[in-house]
């Protein structure tokens, strides 16, 4: 049979490799926090023009109304000028002011896709509050797991499992979010939260049917070690982890991310990436860590190597 | 016997409703049954529109109540500007959603909204001030209020008569407010009392308001008090006596004496208009209508790919349970859109998300029950027997990875919905109902289809059937 928790160690720093670049871009960095956590403004414009606008040209129109942050992105989309403009909060009519400028100057028919003004107070609470929520639904599910797995030895030790491998999950998309702000200039706005609460959701759902199948072999294998176990429950669940996987994950979000709209694409990737996580969690990090957790191998983490092995 | 007579029935009540609600037609039927248009209601995201978030300014208490009525005051001033289908929310502690669909009269009613129509008594001690002149006070100075009052007055109930050619300045003092509009019980108006005068409003205080009022009017006997409307002093008159009963009168001199016309609007800004708190935007957004067709068109064919994949590859891996699957699948999608319809749910992208991982764990109760019944098939179980089975091991961990979902959604909906968290709240609850339908659909559709096809599977035929 597969021995999948043998080399658990493996995976732990599987994970750790995939996780570290994107927090050592983070606190290099700073988190890349779009206006929806920050405030400020962001004004997304489509120009069908001849000639192209120039980067400082928009900046100095800014300027002349009194804003000097304006950060300009430029990308085109089916021959069409996209403009990104970010910058400190716009009142309405400093942007109408704007926007019939580059109509006089560029394109009378552009059209205005997005303005978004987000004061300073309100995006602070946002952040606040969405990790006061995601601590407290955390809480909540190791209470809930611990009381549906209340037959089996240790119940407490499922949930917090749960939690850590969910925090493994949000740690892999925070960090493919800062190495896509790097390479795609990517921004963590509330499409960015609304992706995270789904795998944070995700995740959980897989964690408890992985663990389910370790609760009911409990009673049943009572010969064989938790190491093997857990190794056999997770093996027996494998075919399951993988179609679900597929299903949800492989097939919907990848036929959204190449078919989909432009303003969901960024969105499909982080799910899909983030979903994967949440399967792969289950399976090499949250039932490896109980089996941590039962041998206490802290206690030979800092002894000789070959006898951690025991 | 009787069980699954039963059951059967209110499948096919249940299909059949699901199947006439979701479906066009039959518009006259449902109108008169449900009191209103059954159509989908889609969120700013999808159709384009703008969102504004409205705070009271930072250190203030404020209850429901006042919200409550600031946003039904916002409502009919944009409904009198003739904007259709626009909502104003109470979200929260402090905040105010206001939606607006279409984008024809963004800068119209970004004024109706920053009009607050906010009146103060304020104590002046000995200064005097012009008519006209803002105000500094303890609600702060509205800068906004100072520069639309300047070029036009949108709002209906503006009264414009009030202006007059002073130079306005801002005072650099801040001055205390004693009352305020919130606490004024009911206004009226009174004929001039000789030809040279205007109009008079009349107002009553709330009892509360009355001490206070009386308490000020004692101690400060001399001194000036100012009314100020917007930041802006309309009058200031001198405290001659004690006003003790909690009555009285506005009203304006000389060249700014009030018409008939202009104590009426005084009076219904006051009584009707009075925003009870002053509102600032906190924030605000405006997707522009060919942004959100875009999304929604290409997001519907792509969820259409991808299902179309979906159902293929369920067809093939599990064989007849994967065809049921299929046919649930289907069914939990239409019951979730009925529900939409019928409660109304917004939809937003977020909820959209959350309706997509509803379809997941959806699939996923499918995939646990096939697992398990292959599994036991393997074993040389017969096929009643498996699928019997199979149900009964694989129902604890779709029960307990399903409940903890839902926990963790309506935490997330609490969040939502304490706060302007627009978002997060739209993603819960169709999380949160998904979650609950995908839960019913593997407990009564698969399971129930299942169990009814158990005399046509043939136990030597489980190779085919079963896929094994």
Not at chain 1, 228 to 251: A, D
Not at chain 1, 274 to 281: E, F, M, N, R
Not at chain 2, 164 to 175: A, E, L
Request: glycine share 8%; proline share 3%.
């Amino acid at each position: 049979m597969m021995n999948i928790l043998g080399k658990r160690y493996t995976f732990f720093a599987i994970s750790l490799l995939l996780i570290i670049p994107g927090l050592v871009l983070i606190v290099l960095n700073g988190l890349p926090l779009s206006i929806d956590f920050l405030g400020g403004s962001l004004v997304e414009l489509e120009l069908n023009s001849q000639k192209t606008t120039s980067i400082s040209e928009i900046q100095s129109l800014y300027k002349s109304i009194g804003i000097n942050d304006a950060q300009v992105q430029t990308s085109s989309e089916q021959g069409k000028e996209i403009l990104f403009i970010k910058s400190s909060s716009l009142e309405q009519d400093q942007y109408i002011s704007i926007v019939s400028h580059l109509k006089e100057n560029y394109d009378e028919h552009l059209v205005e896709r997005r303005f978004n003004t987000v004061g300073p107070s309100i995006s602070e609470s946002v952040t606040q509050r969405a990790l006061l929520a995601i601590l407290i639904s955390s809480i909540a599910v190791v209470l809930y797991i611990t009381f549906s797995f209340r037959r089996v030895d240790h119940a407490f030790r499922y949930g917090v499992c749960a939690v850590i491998a969910m925090i493994h999950d949000i740690l892999i998309v925070i960090s493919l979010g800062a190495i896509g702000s790097q390479v795609f200039g990517w921004q963590m706005d509330s499409l960015f939260l609304t992706a995270l609460l789904t795998v944070i959701g995700f995740s959980t759902q897989d964690k408890i049917v992985v663990f389910d199948r370790i609760r009911e072999n409990t009673p049943i294998l009572r010969k064989i070690s938790f190491e093997q176990l857990v190794n056999h429950s997770i093996i027996q669940s494998l075919q399951r982890s993988i179609n679900t996987q597929l299903m949800t994950v492989e097939f919907l979000l990848l036929s959204l991310a190449l078919f989909g709209g432009e303003t969901l694409r960024e969105m499909c990737i982080i799910l899909l990436v983030g979903l994967l996580s949440g399967t792969y969690s289950s399976i090499f990090i949250a039932a490896p860590i109980l089996v941590v957790w039962e041998n206490q191998e802290w206690e030979n983490w800092f002894r000789k190597p070959h006898t951690s092995k025991v | 016997m009787h069980n699954k007579w039963f059951y059967k029935l209110f499948l096919l009540i249940l299909i059949c409703g699901v199947i006439l609600i979701v479906f066009p037609g039959f518009d006259e039927l449902k109108t008169k049954f449900f009191k209103r248009k059954i159509e989908p209601v889609l969120g700013l995201d999808l159709r384009g529109g703008m969102q504004v978030v409205l705070q009271a300014p930072e250190g203030y208490d404020i209850d429901q109540e006042t919200l409550k009525v600031a946003s039904t005051i916002l409502e009919n001033r944009s409904n009198a500007l003739g904007v259709s289908e626009v909502s104003f929310q109470v979200a929260g502690d402090n905040y105010i959603i206001g939606e607006f669909p279409g984008l024809e009269n963004v800068n119209e009613v970004v004024d109706v909204i920053k009009q607050t129509g906010m009146l103060e008594f304020v104590d002046l001690g000995d200064d005097y001030f012009l008519p006209g002149t803002i105000l500094r006070t303890d609600y702060g100075v509205s800068t906004d209020s100072y520069e639309s009052e300047i070029e036009f007055t949108p709002s209906p109930l503006a009264i414009g008569q009030l202006d007059i050619d002073v130079d306005k300045s801002i005072t650099g003092k801040t001055y205390h407010t004693v009352i305020t509009g919130a606490d004024l019980d009911s206004v009226s108006i009174a004929p001039p009392q000789s030809p040279s005068e205007g109009y008079i409003v009349l107002f009553r205080l709330k009892p509360e308001a009355t001490e206070l009022f009386a308490d000020h009017t004692k101690n400060n006997t001399g001194k000036l008090l100012a009314i100020v409307l917007d930041k802006e002093v309309i009058s200031t008159p001198v405290i001659s006596q004690p006003i003790e009963n909690g009555e009285g009168a506005i009203s304006g001199s000389g060249e700014n004496a009030f018409t008939l016309e202009d104590a009426n609007n005084l009076r219904v800004t006051l009584f009707y208009g009075t925003l009870p708190v002053s509102l600032e935007i906190a924030e605000s957004r405006v997707v522009g209508p060919s942004l959100g067709q875009e999304s929604l068109e290409k997001s519907l064919l792509a969820g259409l790919i991808g299902f179309s994949i979906v159902c293929f590859f369920m067809a093939i891996y599990y064989r007849a349970p994967g065809m049921v699957a299929i046919i649930s699948i289907i069914f939990f999608a239409m019951i979730n859109y009925a529900i939409y319809l019928l409660i109304p749910i917004t939809l937003t992208l977020p909820g959209v998300a959350g309706f997509l991982l509803g379809i997941g764990s959806a699939l996923d109760a499918n995939i646990l029950q096939f697992e398990r019944i292959k599994e036991e098939l393997r074993r040389g179980l017969s096929v009643g027997q498996a699928i019997d089975l199979g149900w009964r091991r694989a129902w604890p961990s779709i029960r307990d990875s399903n409940l903890a979902t839902i926990i963790t959604s309506v935490i997330l909906f609490w969040f939502g919905s304490t706060f302007g968290a627009t978002i997060v709240k739209g993603f819960a609850l169709t999380l949160a109902l998904g979650v609950s339908v995908s839960l019913f659909s593997a407990l009564i559709i698969t399971r129930g289809i299942l169990n009814s096809l158990i005399p046509l599977l043939k136990d030597r035929d489980k190779t085919k059937w079963f896929g094994i």
